[in-house]
């Protein structure tokens, strides 16, 4: 019998929440407020000692609810409350509108490809923060959520990816001591400094007063994947030990992880650009090996390495790149 002061077990966090179950989380986080704002849940640990106050953040693309499994287990029976052993877990449902959106919808085509309404949460003019007169409901979002952004000290951004990419970790910030047992190989790192068309919501976690706390991404699998949800409640729970927030260790995974740093963005100049091929997650390229064709000259890769993220057709060219190129891995045991 599990208690309410023990970390989740294996076998709990391997039973992802059923689809009702996560519409009513989502609807439990839509009912809730901090500071006067809806979709935002801050759990003070039940013995009132301060600590760390860390931000879980979800849905910055609706068609992502795979963050919403771990909030699903932690607030059944108060469990995080009582597990925390000092401070604060503050969890938000980044994009509020897009995610009712995505659970009201009854088509799935339209569910799967709801990634934004007026601005990717991703793609955020750098100073979103002064356009407090701008109606794009994403710039709205990102200002009234700003205040409770800046207590983090540290946070973890929870996303899925349409197509079968693996599941990889982001480092945004601070140490690599945080990743400890997330049982996820790849890492991506420099992602934030090679961002071309705007900046992540998770650049303004901390405020400008933390500029060194740490700060993670995970793509924990596909959208709608049963292993999603798992690996975002693995992750959760092992970056909360990491921090000293609850009890236990993670499990120590003893694969090595492959560190891929992202070198620069693959831009194309106009719609008219397409790739030559699907490409494989992180398949290696060449240099001057020809990526896409347009109207204009050959798009071809800057240097040898590995393509990741590239978009599909159809994606404004104009508002995101069209991929990344990585260096080779390094190799971290």
Request: net charge negative; glycine share 8%; with cysteine.
């Amino acid at each position: 019998m599990t208690s309410r002061t023990e970390p989740l077990s294996a076998e709990e966090m391997a039973v992802p929440p059923s689809a009702d179950e996560m519409k009513i989380t989502f609807d439990q986080m839509t009912d809730a407020q901090y500071k006067g704002v809806h979709g935002a849940l801050r759990i003070d640990a039940a013995n009132g000692k301060e600590g760390l106050v860390v931000g879980i953040t979800v849905m910055t693309h609706p068609n992502e609810p795979a963050g919403l499994a771990p909030i699903f287990h932690y607030i059944r029976e108060d469990r995080l409350k009582h597990l925390l052993r000092c401070g604060s877990v503050i969890f938000t449902v980044n994009n509020l509108k897009g995610g009712t959106a995505y659970f009201t919808t009854d088509s799935a085509a339209l569910r799967l490809n709801l990634r934004l309404l007026d601005v990717n949460m991703n793609r955020l003019p750098k100073n979103v923060l002064e356009l407090r007169a701008d109606t794009r409901y994403e710039v709205q979002r990102t200002v009234e959520l700003s205040p409770i952004l800046e207590e983090f000290d540290a946070g973890m951004d929870i996303h899925s990816t349409y197509t079968e990419d693996r599941p990889m970790i982001i480092h945004g910030k601070g140490p690599f001591d945080f990743i400890r047992g997330i049982p996820i190989q790849t890492v991506l790192t420099n992602m934030s400094a090679v961002h071309q068309r705007g900046i992540p919501i998770s650049s303004l976690y901390g405020g400008a007063a933390k500029k060194n706390i740490p700060v993670i991404g995970i793509e924990a699998g596909t959208h709608e994947g049963p292993e999603s949800p798992v690996n975002a409640t693995i992750a959760t729970q092992a970056f909360l030990q990491n921090l000293g927030m609850i009890p236990g260790t993670p499990v120590a995974d003893p694969r090595p992880k492959h560190v891929f740093r992202i070198s620069c963005p693959l831009l194309f100049p106009d719609d008219s650009y397409r790739f030559v091929k699907v490409f494989a997650p992180l398949e290696y390229v060449n240099k001057d090996q020809v990526l896409a064709t347009g109207d204009g000259p050959d798009v071809v890769s800057p240097q040898d390495g590995h393509i990741l993220f590239p978009k599909p057709a159809g994606f404004h060219t104009q508002l995101s790149e069209a991929a990344f190129i990585a260096d080779p891995p390094v190799i971290m045991n």
